[in-house]
Every structure is written in structure tokens, then in C-alpha cells.
């Protein structure tokens, strides 16, 4: 069995309409979550033929005798609909930041050349660790990377505590750590390492920004994405993403739905696209980097595991 997939009580019910949801129909992944609970419009157990939904028609026909009632009653609506969203919004942010386990292969044009690796775990004080590894080998060259971001979820945004980077193999080896000191607004680099970005309360790390775009892609609110961050040199980085399209893709001897994302740069010397799949909580299952025209690296997902 290539995947161990394991899924939670909660999200069981709603990975289904999941896979079938597109980027942009906002709603359909917490009607799911509603019908669990019966409160789907015309589906209340409680109120017989009254629905809601003819609640709110008699309602309607109230308010439209004066003006000014009706007006109060839209901005109350107007009100009411924004917090909703965000409520919603922040439950499957919530559900999309599960602890998991993925492993990669790490290949070059059909050939394999290294691992690598990802790992979502909670700590004990309510916040996050985010690991990614690559081992990869190439004849007498060696590369060895490792990334640790420690963060918290706030409603729906990543928001950094601590990254980490490291870097050993062929050539100059690489270590840079920054803190991000939230209620001074300040990063905080370790051992006199630099760092020349302003603070920002969106301001996110080169290993939380796949975690923030998986979450974005699940919301289904946007096509586009800009995320300000701190590079792994200290300075400031932006990087953009957009959702090209939905594919079928092989892992295996399965066929997977994805989303496939690209990375939005100045220049087409280089191409990234990630591949996220809906009915595995929206985990990244392959990444591609192309070069001059020529594949340079491909990650294709052997084992998925979560955790309770």
C-alpha cells in the first residue's frame, strides 16, 4: 500500500465534496460541515414546513414597509454575512493544519536522485512545527537541505515564530535562524547573521509559504496569491503564485485530482508548479521545477500518514 492514509472523524464527511469543489465556489466545503449539524437552508429538524429559508421570505416582506428597516435590516445582513465567512473560513484552516507525514522522491527526468520530506506535528503550547528536508545526489555532488518553522494559526494566516535553515553537501555549507518577536514587531537573527526586512505582520518564511498557499488553495477565494517574506539570506523576498488549472495526475497506480499551482516569476527561465490534491487535505503530491526547458527536479508524494 503506497499511502497510509488515515483521516480524522471531522473531515471524513466532507472530503468527498472536496474533490469536487473548483477554486472558486467558496461555500460548498462548509455546507458539508453544516448538513452535519442540519442547519442547511430548508433542512432545519426543528421548525417543520417553517424553513429558514420562508423565515427569511415573511421576514423580507416585513421590513420592505418602511425604508429605513429595510435598510438596517441589509447593513445587519451585510454584517452578519462577513462573519460567517470568516468563521468559516477560519474552520477549514483549521482542518487543512492537521499533523501529517509526507515523503517524497526526489527524481530528474525519469531518473531517481534523492529523497525528501515533509512534517506538520503539533506542540505542546498550541503552536506548529513545520519540517522539509531533500537529500538529493547526483554522481560525486551531494546536497543536503533542512528547513523548521515554528508558527501559530490565526484565523485563516501562517504566522511565523521561528525559521530555521540548513544547508550541507558540495560546496559552502549555509545555517540561517531568525525569530519573529511578534509583540516587539521585530526579527530577531541568531549568531550576527543579517537580516534587512521591515517588519510586517503578514511577513512569512520560504518553508511557511507552502504551508499558507495550501490553506489559500482549500479556501477556493482567489486564483492569485502574493506573500511578502524573509528570505533565507535575510532579505526580503515576494513571491506570487496562481492557480493554472485542475489535472488528473498518476502517484502510483492511482489516479489523484489535483490542483496545479505555478509559481509567477519576472522572467521564463524558470518554472515551478506544485500539485495539490483536494480529497487528501489539500497536501502537496508533486512539485516540478523546469529549466531552459528542461526538467531540473521533480517531487512526486510515496507515503502520506496523518495523525490524530
Known amino acids: ?34 448538513a452535519r449539524n442540519g442547519s442547511i437552508e430548508g433542512h432545519s429538524p426543528n421548525l417543520g414546513r417553517w424553513t429558514p429559508r420562508a423565515i427569511r421570505t415573511l421576514f423580507s416582506v416585513v421590513v420592505l414597509m418602511t425604508s429605513f428597516s429595510a435598510l438596517a435590516a441589509g447593513k445587519d445582513e451585510d454584517v452578519a454575512e462577513r462573519t460567517d465567512a470568516a468563521e ?9 493544519t492537521r499533523p501529517y507525514k509526507a515523503e517524497y522522491n526526489l527524481s530528474r527526468r525519469g531518473r531517481n536522485h534523492g529523497t525528501a520530506g515533509r512534517e506538520l506535528s503539533r506542540l505542546e503550547n498550541g503552536s506548529w512545527r513545520y519540517e522539509t528536508f531533500s537529500r538529493a545526489s547526483l554522481l560525486l555532488l551531494s ?7 515554528v508558527f501559530q494559526l490565526a484565523e485563516t494566516r501562517v504566522e511565523p515564530l521561528s525559521f530555521e535553515y540548513e ?4 560546496g ?67 513571491y506570487e503564485f496562481e492557480i493554472d488549472k485542475r489535472e488528473v495526475i ?8 489535483t490542483i496545479r499551482v ?6 521564463d527561465r524558470r518554472q515551478t508548479y506544485f500539485w495539490f490534491a483536494p480529497e487528501w487535505n489539500y497536501t502537496l503530491v508533486r512539485m516540478q521545477q523546469i529549466e531552459g526547458g528542461r526538467e531540473a527536479a521533480m517531487l512526486s508524494l510515496t507515503s502520506l500518514e496523518f495523525f490524530e
Open 88 to 96: 468559516n473560513s477560519s474552520q477549514i484552516a483549521q482542518v487543512i
Open 172 to 238: 559552502s555549507n549555509r545555517h540561517y535562524k531568525v525569530t519573529f518577536d511578534r509583540e516587539q514587531q521585530k526579527l530577531l537573527p541568531a549568531n550576527g547573521d543579517p537580516v534587512t526586512v521591515e517588519w510586517q505582520d503578514d511577513l512569512l518564511d520560504p518553508n511557511a509559504v507552502l504551508h499558507q498557499l495550501q490553506i489559500d488553495v482549500a479556501l477556493g477565494q482567489e486564483t492569485f496569491f502574493t506573500y511578502p517574506l524573509v528570505d533565507d539570506d535575510g532579505s526580503l523576498s515576494i
Open 1 to 34: 500500500m503506497i499511502y497510509g492514509l488515515t483521516c480524522q472523524k471531522d473531515c471524513e464527511p466532507f472530503m468527498d465534496d472536496l474533490k469536487q469543489r473548483k477554486p472558486m465556489q467558496k461555500m460548498s466545503y462548509m455546507q458539508v460541515l453544516q
Open 167 to 170: 544547508r550541507r553537501g558540495t
Open 262 to 267: 505555478s509559481r509567477v516569476r519576472e522572467h
Open 143 to 149: 546536497d543536503r537541505r533542512f528547513n523548521d518553522t
Open 250 to 257: 498518476v502517484l502510483g497506480d492511482q489516479r489523484i485530482e
